[in-house]
T-cell receptor, first 115, second 116 residues
Framework: AQSVTQLDSHVSVSEGTPVLLRCNYS??????LFWYVQHPNKGLQLLLK??????LVKGINGFEAEFKKSETSFHLTKPSAHMSDAAEYFC?????????????FGSGTRLQVQP | DTAVSQTPKYLVTQMGNDKSIKCEQN?????MYWYKQDSKKFLKIMFS???????INETVPNRFSPKSPDKAHLNLHINSLELGDSAVYFC???????????????FGQGTRLTVV
């Protein structure tokens, strides 16, 4: 069985400072991992995905995530926060279970960006 | 063209009514999903369909029933609506399992259902 834990329900940073959103996963097999972003009253947009080609994954809007198998982590980072980054962020694990594909979402991290 | 579209965007209805939410994808994907997002933003899968066959049903009340007339559509019917059904419902689609696990799911804009 797979699960995802987002360690912070709420993160607040100042504009221009680094962002770190933490995600740990549990999976029976080699997982595929994703980060999605949800802006207020909007749908979910893919930020980036881990494809096993490289452990450091670059996404849209300057976000990156590093897959660390030994730590079962897939933390999301950005060097410099922008006001438009304020949103809800979801870490997602994808796995095949008895021939079916299952996507499991973390509980979400709300990112606030202060001016 | 919107990849995954769902209608309506907002739905306000009284307890006990029956309502439907429609979803269509134009991506040629084999798998479609319905997710429920509660007031705390937690996303929980309700159903998924792969080539018109239900493959996941996550302990959802039988008042909820997915209906897929074809591969591009997965509609959600809800009977005898209750106050606790108020939430945002998201439709999504993705390639099937044979395409690999690292293919992402595409989400609709959501339907905000309010039961009064």
């Amino acid at each position: 069985a797979q699960s995802v834990t987002q360690l912070d329900s709420h993160v607040s940073v100042s504009e221009g400072t680094p962002v770190l959103l933490r995600c740990n996963y549990s999976s029976s097999y080699s997982p595929s991992l994703f980060w999605y972003v949800q802006h207020p009253n909007k749908g979910l947009q893919l930020l980036l995905k881990y494809t096993s080609a490289a452990t450091l994954v670059k996404g849209i809007n300057g976000f990156e995530a590093e897959f660390k198998k030994s730590e079962t982590s897939f933390h999301l980072t950005k060097p410099s926060a922008h006001m438009s980054d304020a949103a809800e962020y979801f870490c997602v694990v994808s796995e095949v279970d008895t021939g079916r594909r299952a996507l499991t979402f973390g509980s979400g991290t709300r990112l606030q960006v202060q001016p | 063209d919107t990849a995954v579209s769902q209608t309506p965007k907002y739905l306000v209805t009284q307890m006990g009514n029956d309502k439907s939410i429609k979803c269509e994808q134009n991506l040629g994907h084999d798998t479609m999903y319905w997710y429920k997002q509660d007031s705390k933003k937690f996303l929980k899968i309700m159903f998924s369909y792969n080539n018109k066959e239900l493959i996941i049903n996550e302990t959802v009340p039988n008042r909820f029933s997915p209906k897929s007339p074809d591969k591009a559509h997965l509609n959600l019917h809800i009977n005898s609506l209750e106050l606790g059904d108020s939430a945002v419902y998201f439709c999504a689609s993705s390639p099937g399992v044979t395409a690999g696990l690292n293919t992402e799911a595409f989400f609709g804009q959501g339907t905000r259902l309010t039961v009064v």
